[in-house]
């Protein structure tokens, strides 16, 4: 019965933390992905700036500008985790108390409880 426990918790720990891997590449991408927009969003942006600065060039731009600012403060808020630090330790504890429940089980089991 242990034996079994423990692969059958082995097994949905393994998928819970492939699946875990898999959002966190897909976030981490996305994240990624609109910050490169957003550079991309200034570099347009600030070019017609380079080749003639001047106030007039530089209130033209101001929509860019304004566009690549909240899509970088957007895509930087973007988590590459899919839990918070609050949830971590929360696991931890899940995790633990799942190990010592098999653990004691076993102990029972072996002394005849």
């Known amino acids: 019965t242990l034996i079994l426990n423990l692969v059958f918790f082995l097994i949905g720990l393994g ?3 492939l699946s875990l891997n898999r959002i966190h590449s897909q976030m981490a991408e996305a994240k990624q992905r609109h910050l490169e927009l957003a550079r991309k969003l200034y570099a347009d942006a600030y070019a017609p ?3 003639r600065p001047s106030l007039r060039a530089l209130q033209a731009q101001t ?3 304004n566009a690549a600012d ?7 808020g973007i988590q590459e985790w899919p839990f918070g630090e ?3 330790p929360r696991l931890a504890i899940i995790i633990t108390s799942v190990v010592a429940t098999v653990i004691a089980r076993f102990i029972l089991a072996t002394l005849g409880f």
């Open 15 to 17: 998928i819970f933390l």
């Open 49 to 51: 700036i380079r080749l």
């Open 63 to 65: 929509p860019l500008l």
């Open 70 to 76: 909240a899509l970088e403060k957007r895509a930087s």
């Open 86 to 88: 609050i949830l971590a």
